[in-house]
């Protein structure tokens, strides 16, 4: 983890990192910190103390000093390794005490200046109905016998992406996915990108056909491709930057005919990576877990599958 002030590295991490805002306060783990939730929509005020180590020690603690007194809002970032938040914010206080020789205390008290930003931004929900709803409607103009296998692979894409949608909406500020709903996420992404495969090839499928009429069906199928190709890009946005939010450790309870690879194909979808789960657990039987156990689910990586229906 690395937070910075400015051009400051504040490093060593602080012992203490407090937000205020309103009526509300919160005091973050540093180091250890796994999530971050926006507080509200008042300006946030950060309390920030730790100490400065070596032969520059005063010189970053008059340097805080300078960025008050210049009174230009510098940049408060952290970055966890994984997702990166920031903050543009006024400098209130700060203040210093020099313990020993290349030993200073600080304390930094500021007042957010712009709005929260966070490292994960999905689409818009309105923007994915809006194409989608335009695609559903030019489909109406394929053949009968194209029209029924499109929209049938449609309805199937806006189900999912209901499913994502509802998902995605209420992590707003949270820069963390549990990995049990990273894992439904990304399945209904892949799932929705399957779909309109189907949907796709079936369209393009009109345009390659050596009896070609150059009829209004042709042109619709045409265009309906381009928009089609244009989801695909969507949904491949979405998956990129889903994968790109880190996962959180979680805890599963184990229920009747469980296996560690069924959990596994659960929380990873791949039923290979189960010897993670028993690592982490220190399993030494991986066959002994019994309904009702409390495993560690540990980090691990997406492997693709189709395991959580």
Same mark, same amino acid.
């Given at each position: 983890?690395?937070?910075?002030?400015?051009?400051?590295?504040?490093?060593?991490?602080?012992?203490?990192?407090?937000?205020?805002?309103?009526?509300?306060? !919160?005091?973050?783990?540093?180091?250890?910190?796994?999530?971050?939730?926006?507080?509200?929509? *008042?300006?946030?005020?950060?309390? /920030?103390?730790?100490?400065?180590?070596?032969?520059? !020690?005063?010189?970053?603690?008059?340097? =805080?000093?300078?960025?008050?007194?210049?009174?230009?809002?510098?940049? =408060?970032?952290?970055?966890?390794?994984?997702?990166?938040?920031?903050?543009?914010?006024?400098?209130?206080?700060? $203040?210093?005490?020099?313990?020993?020789?290349?030993?200073?205390?600080?304390?930094?008290?500021?007042?957010?200046?712009?709005?929260?930003?966070?490292?994960?931004?999905?689409?818009?929900?309105?923007?994915?109905?809006?194409?989608?709803?335009?695609?559903? $409607?030019?489909?109406?103009?394929?053949?009968? $016998?194209?029209?029924?296998?499109? *929209? $049938?692979? &449609?309805?199937?894409?806006?189900?999912?992406?209901?499913?994502?949608?509802?998902?995605?909406?209420?992590?707003?500020?949270?820069?963390?996915?549990?990995?049990?709903?990273?894992?439904?996420?990304?399945?209904?992404?892949?799932?929705?990108?399957?779909?309109?495969?189907?949907? =796709?090839?079936?369209?393009?499928?009109?345009?390659?056909?050596?009896?070609?009429?150059?009829?209004?069906?042709?042109?619709?199928?045409?265009?309906?491709?381009?928009?089609?190709?244009?989801?695909?890009?969507?949904?491949?946005?979405?998956?990129?930057?889903?994968?790109?939010?880190?996962? /959180?450790?979680?805890?599963?309870?184990?229920?009747?005919?469980?296996?560690?690879?069924?959990?596994?194909?659960?929380?990873?979808?791949?039923?290979?990576?189960?010897?993670?789960?028993?690592?982490?657990?220190?399993?030494?039987?991986?066959?002994?877990?019994?309904?009702?156990?409390? &495993?560690?689910?540990?980090?691990?990586?997406?492997?693709?599958?189709?395991?959580?229906?």
């Amino acid at each position: 983890m690395i937070i910075t002030l400015g051009e400051l590295d504040l490093a060593p991490l602080p012992d203490r990192f407090s937000v205020r805002c309103g009526h509300r306060v !919160a005091e973050f783990p540093v180091p250890g910190w796994t999530v971050f939730q926006d507080l509200g929509k *008042q300006p946030k005020e950060f309390s /920030i103390s730790g100490l400065f180590i070596g032969p520059d !020690a005063l010189d970053k603690a008059l340097k =805080l000093s300078s960025m008050k007194d210049d009174g230009v809002p510098p940049e =408060l970032v952290i970055d966890t390794g994984h997702a990166v938040v920031s903050w543009i914010v006024r400098i209130r206080n700060v $203040s210093h005490e020099i313990v020993r020789r290349g030993h200073v205390r600080y304390q930094i008290d500021a007042v957010e200046e712009q709005i929260f930003r966070k490292s994960f931004a999905p689409i818009a929900p309105e923007v994915l109905a809006r194409q989608l709803a335009e695609v559903q $409607s030019l489909s109406a103009q394929l053949p009968g $016998s194209v029209l029924r296998v499109v *929209q $049938s692979a &449609l309805f199937g894409f806006g189900l999912r992406m209901a499913s994502v949608l509802s998902i995605l909406g209420n992590i707003r500020d949270i820069t963390e996915l549990p990995m049990d709903l990273l894992s439904t996420v990304l399945w209904n992404l892949d799932f929705m990108a399957a779909q309109l495969e189907i949907a =796709l090839s079936n369209t393009e499928a009109i345009l390659l056909s050596p009896q070609r009429t150059f009829s209004a069906s042709e042109t619709a199928a045409r265009k309906l491709a381009c928009m089609m190709r244009e989801l695909q890009g969507r949904v491949g946005e979405m998956k990129a930057g889903v994968l790109g939010v880190p996962r /959180i450790k979680t805890e599963h309870i184990v229920s009747q005919g469980e296996t560690l690879q069924s959990i596994s194909a659960l929380y990873y979808g791949s039923f290979s990576q189960w010897p993670l789960i028993a690592q982490a657990n220190d399993l030494d039987d991986p066959t002994a877990i019994r309904p009702g156990q409390r &495993l560690i689910i540990p980090q691990g990586e997406w492997g693709g599958g189709y395991a959580c229906g």
